[in-house]
């Protein structure tokens, strides 16, 4: 195993294989290192250790076997030189933050992300200096007038949630360089087997481990991948030095999710997509957003982007916050969460839930109608999820 070229071979191998050394108990399945420190073999290996000049394990803030078998097996499915695995999605943002930025710096970020990904860099990167502009996700004109000198960062993510809007990363990636700044891609909705932002021209993905790299919605946990340049200094030193670390259990579970990622995304989408042609056919439907519909904006740049339209689905239903919460407290099997990503589908009411900090008229802006409803699709039976919502539907019209 230890001489596994992962170049030679192609996405389903690298997610079962890669990243595995075995230890010489010749286990078949990837071993758990449960350890905060490790032993060395004299003083002077712990010298050369700790300066540096001798690879290998000190202590699981930022060296553990298992995490770095998770990093060695994400790096490979995105295409990346190196990963870092961190403690949740949000330290992994916050990570990539602190390793590129000064305060001083400007960074650019699409309007619809994740909400706490705007509250930390609205509320916590702005205390220390950083200044921070949003454009709409699809509006490159609106991109490319909102960078100035001090711009270091782009940070998008595509498809957004919960519209399901799509940017052209190759597109930002060339104005990011041509204009010196760095594109970052918060690839969570999409994971690998369906969208490689690095392969585009992206130069740092980001990742909520949390969500699909899980699958079954058990552990928080991060990762961010790019070059060995641009992880390999600052940002490692901040993980190093303020120890927003992967633990090592995470790891094992998300290792062991990255082996089943690309038929978990592949029957997620399937779902998705019968879902939401479903959905679009139902009175009481205003409007479905789903990547993978024609009438999507973005239909086009999706197919071209992307090798699956993903599991998340939006909807709008006729009149807005109550019959939005009826149709919802009317299902049975969906689980009413706001956690996306997992074998059991789950719904969700964004404008008080996730999206409940932002005012009215950010909202407005934001697209987050009243009446709008996000379905995380899982692998229940495709009739099932469309019965019950059915008579959820039929209960919210009565
Ligand atoms: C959940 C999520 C995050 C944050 O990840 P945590 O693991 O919850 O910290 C960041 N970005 C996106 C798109 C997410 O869905």
Redesign the pocket.
């Known amino acids: 195993m230890s001489d596994f070229d992962p170049d030679r071979y192609g996405f389903s191998t690298r997610a079962v294989r890669a990243g595995q050394t075995r230890t010489p108990e010749q286990e078949n399945s990837e071993p758990l290192f449960l350890s905060s420190s490790f032993v060395f073999t004299s003083a002077a290996q712990a010298a050369a250790r700790f300066a540096g000049d001798e690879p290998g394990n000190i202590y699981s803030r930022f060296t553990n076997p298992t995490v770095h078998a998770f990093e060695a097996r994400l790096a490979s499915l995105e295409g990346g030189e190196r990963c870092i695995g961190t ?7 916050l990570t990539s933050c602190m390793g590129l930025l000064r305060a001083g710096d400007h960074l650019v970020a699409s309007q619809n ?2 909400g ?2 705007v509250n930390l860099f609205n509320n916590v990167m702005a205390r220390f200096g950083v200044e921070i502009s949003f454009v709409p996700l699809a509006d490159y004109d609106a991109w490319a007038k909102a960078i100035r000198p001090n711009t270091r960062l782009l940070f998008l ?1 595509t498809p957004s ?1 919960p519209l399901t809007e799509i940017a052209d990363i190759a597109r930002l990636a060339e104005l990011a360089h041509r204009r010196n700044c760095l594109l970052i891609v ?1 690839n ?2 999409c994971t690998p087997a369906l969208q490689r932002p690095l392969e585009l021209g992206a130069d740092i993905v ?6 699909y790299l899980d699958g079954q919605g058990r552990c ?3 990762a961010i991948v790019g070059g060995e340049k641009l992880l390999g200094g600052d940002m490692f030193a901040f993980l190093r030095n303020a120890g927003p670390s992967m633990s090592p259990f995470n790891a094992w579970v998300f290792l062991k999710g990255l082996e089943t990622l690309a038929l978990r995304m592949r029957a997620h989408c399937e779902n998705a997509a019968q879902l939401a042609e479903w959905l679009a056919r139902q009175p009481g439907v205003q409007k479905v957003n789903y990547p993978g519909l024609p009438d999507h904006p973005q239909h086009e740049l999706a197919k071209r982007q992307q090798s699956g339209f993903g599991g998340m689905v939006s909807f709008v239903v006729e009149g807005g916050r109550a019959a939005a919460w009826k149709l919802i407290d009317a299902t049975h099997i969906y689980s009413i969460t706001a ?3 997992d074998t059991k589908s789950t719904v969700t009411h964004p404008a008080t839930t996730t999206h409940h900090r932002l005012s009215d008229e950010q909202r407005a802006r934001a697209g987050i109608a009243d009446g709008l409803v996000r379905i995380s699709v899982g692998h229940e039976d495709i009739r099932d999820l469309t019965a019950d919502l059915g008579q959820a539907l039929a209960a919210m019209r009565s």
Request: aromatic share 8%.
């Open positions: 403690s949740s999605g949000m330290s992994a943002i992300i994740f706490t990904t993510e949630n918060d969570c909705f980001i990742h909520s481990a949390t969500k928080i946990g991060g956690n996306l990503g």
